[in-house]
């Protein structure tokens, strides 16, 4: 139970013992809080670039590394300015958060997070499964045994077969990456929607 919680019970328990809290000191405690949700936030989203252009940016040539179509190495690329403007967008959501002067103003900033964090997560789980599907299969037809048997004389079945498994397959690792990204940003999202019921019951 977090420390504004801790302090509205102890208040409603006694409250001779305890002074009582103002609206201010209410705003002031959950701003505090929003604003460092927020910032966390930001944090996370900056380092997981910074990792990823890392990676792309060594690009190890390994002999015998598998050849992705050339759209896929464009979409690679491409994704980076996307996130890019992901990580501003945190970062404008924290410093707006953080001159934030007004209740009302500070819910709208919270909501905007919110939705600027699913959307980041839900682009990056659409691509995991985009480059999931497409390395799989490539990386089958193209290994020895599947040059063999993926051929013009290749049956239905065994394409349907190979589309199963490369669907539950990819199931499974967007299925991880959302638990990774549940961790990262869910439990902070979980934090932040109740600052956001907190400042709700303020605004009435």
């Not at 996307?82 to 404008?92: Q, T």
């Not at 997070?113 to 999931?132: D, H, Q």
């Not at 013009?152 to 394409?159: I, K, R, T």
């Amino acid at each position: 139970m977090d420390e504004l919680e801790l302090l509205k019970k102890d208040w409603q328990r006694d409250r001779v013992e305890y002074p009582e809290l103002t609206y201010d000191e209410i705003y002031k405690m959950s701003h505090a809080k929003s604003s460092s949700i927020v910032k966390w936030i930001f944090y996370i989203s900056l380092i997981e670039f910074g990792i990823g252009l890392l990676l792309i940016l060594l690009n190890p040539k390994i002999e015998g590394q598998i050849e992705f179509p050339k759209w896929i190495e464009i979409l690679s690329y491409a994704t980076f300015p996307v996130i890019a403007v992901f990580v501003y967008l945190f970062y404008k959501n924290y410093k707006n958060i953080t001159t934030t002067d007004s209740v009302r103003k500070l819910i709208k900033t919270i909501l905007k997070t919110r939705r600027t964090v699913k959307n980041y997560v839900l682009f990056n789980l659409v691509m995991a499964g985009i480059f999931s599907c497409v390395g799989l299969y490539i990386g089958y037809v193209t290994s020895e045994g599947g040059a063999e048997k993926f051929n013009a004389s290749a049956h239905f079945a065994e394409y349907a077969t190979l589309g199963i498994v490369i669907v539950l397959v990819t199931a499974a690792i967007i299925a991880f990456f959302y638990g990774i990204y549940y961790l990262l940003y869910g439990i902070l999202l979980k934090r932040l929607n109740t600052n956001y019921k907190e400042l709700k019951k303020l605004e009435v």
